[in-house]
């Protein structure tokens, strides 16, 4: 949904309970609106509006630059699913206008000769330098160990055009988040994606460790200034690199943020194009399995109306077998009855009538007819 349709929602009904039917937690969907730079009502409104008191629901803010229709950069009218709920390829818009728009958006930066106001990410590394305390070295032939990292010529310099790229970066909306001592590595957040960077010194005594770029490139041998934009970790090669070989970095921290936003736009292109094939993928294995499970639903309902159409037949057999039983067991009484009276068996008539009864009895619960039992076999 659009940035609009987000706010209008979250101003509607209470954080949890559009969570809930979003199918995400409060705290997922809080941190969406946070990177989307959409406000959300304070603690205590809700109580507020329902004890009829009068609240002020927070306009939306104008797009800063980096969510003003980038990362990725769609088409307008590209939907996500279409009407029978598949979902649609996304359709960006043509990638040498986003780069003109982002050229457009960037158009110079300049970098400070002193580091009088750096960015606060700066003046922090700078701050820790100035408390390290040099350890001396065991061996006269290397120099003190954790005394100052940016003490030289070449690491001022580093400093100076890594607080102009923060600076932009920040006036873009970016957010920025530096995870080593050395100020090296840091996490760039344009819009909702991560881009990782390693800003260091290339060649000299003292290099920086670069992931090796998969080409034949020789290290110059005077230290030079190289910015990489990295995968997570640093496990291949770098995406996009600028070298002092064409010139001083400080001319190229345009370009450089330049190539930074367009290689978030590639990528996010790229994971909305995996998450519509993961998407499509799961689709089909759902309807796969549904189908699977229909066809298994079809045949158990199949062999259970066969288990009970053989099960109704055994119950007529069963019972037309007892009532045959039965009425053998009456004529076999009958019989017995008609030899005591004609005198061919010694045997007092009183028992032969007590034997008679107990028979009947028997035939009676055996008869399906008379017990009830032929019901089973009914299809009511």
Not at 111 to 132: C, G, I, N
């Amino acid at each position: 949904m659009t940035r609009e349709e987000l706010h209008q929602k979250v101003w509607t009904e209470p954080m949890r309970t559009l969570a809930k039917s979003m199918g995400i937690s409060d705290v997922a969907l809080a941190k969406r609106c946070r990177i989307a730079d959409i406000p959300v009502p304070p603690r205590g409104w809700w109580a507020r509006k329902e004890a009829g008191k009068a609240v002020k629901i927070t306009p939306l803010p104008k797009p800063r630059a980096t969510f003003a229709n980038y990362f990725p950069a769609r088409e307008p009218d590209n939907a996500s699913e279409s009407k029978d709920g598949d979902p649609m390829p996304p359709r960006f818009r043509d990638l040498a206008a986003v780069q003109d728009e982002i050229r457009a958006m960037v158009k110079t930066i300049k970098v400070p000769s002193t580091l009088e106001s750096p960015h606060p990410t700066v003046a922090r590394l700078l701050k820790q330098d100035a408390e390290r305390k040099p350890t001396a070295s065991p061996s006269r032939f290397l120099p003190d160990r954790n005394g100052p990292k940016f003490a030289t010529a070449i690491q001022q310099r580093r400093l100076r055009i890594l607080s102009a790229i923060l600076t932009e970066l920040v006036r873009l909306g970016c957010k920025i988040d530096g995870h080593t001592h050395a100020g090296e590595r840091f996490n760039v957040q344009v819009g909702g994606y991560w881009t990782y960077i390693f800003f260091g010194v290339e060649g000299g005594a003292w290099p920086s460790y670069f992931n090796n770029d998969g080409r034949r490139y020789k290290a110059p041998d005077r230290p030079q200034l190289r910015f990489d934009i990295t995968e997570h970790g640093e496990r291949s090669p770098p995406k996009r690199t600028w070298r002092e070989d064409d010139g001083p970095l400080e001319k190229q921290a345009a370009e450089i943020v330049r190539g930074l936003l367009l290689q978030a736009e590639e990528d996010t292109r790229e994971l909305a194009l995996m998450h519509f094939k993961w998407t499509r993928e799961d689709n089909e294995r759902r309807a796969r399995e549904a189908k699977r499970a229909a066809e298994q639903a079809e045949a158990n309902r199949i062999a259970r109306e066969k288990a009970q159409a053989a099960a109704r037949i055994d119950s007529l057999l069963g019972g037309a077998d007892a009532l045959e039983r039965a009425v053998r067991i009456r004529r076999y009484v009958a019989a017995v009855r008609a030899a005591r009276l004609d005198g061919a068996t010694p045997v007092p008539r009183e028992a032969v009538e007590e034997w008679a009864l107990w028979a009947l009895a028997q035939a009676d619960a055996i008869d399906p007819v008379l017990s009830g039992q032929f019901a089973s076999s009914l299809d009511i």
